[in-house]
């Protein structure tokens, strides 16, 4: 007998293919993505915001989501910064 092992020995001593296809990271990126539609489905309704220009109205989860992005941008650039 040979001591190598062929793809589908491999996979029938492991357990069965199809089950590999929900790793516990692919189930974090639904859980993920599922709360993230809930928050934008429950957010939808318009708000006004007025900062250093005239009023705008916008989605709330878009005000959010451009918050969320300036602090990450600043924060990228304050750990960027401090490696230096």
């Given at each position: 007998m040979s001591a190598k092992r062929t793809t589908r020995d491999?996979?029938?001593?492991?357990?069965?293919?199809?089950?590999?296809?929900?790793?516990?990271?692919r189930i974090a990126i639904l859980v993920v993505a599922?709360?993230?539609?809930?928050?934008?489905?429950?957010?939808?309704?318009?708000?006004?915001?007025r900062v250093l220009i005239p009023e705008v109205t916008m989605?709330?989860?878009f005000a959010l989501l451009a918050t969320a992005?300036?602090?990450a941008v600043c924060g990228?650039?304050?750990a960027a910064r401090r490696r230096r």
């Open positions: 491999r996979s029938s001593a492991s357990g069965s293919r199809a089950g590999g296809f929900f790793t516990p990271g599922a709360v993230t539609l809930v928050f934008i489905f429950e957010n939808r309704h318009e708000v006004r915001i989605p709330l989860y992005v300036l602090g990228y650039y304050l």
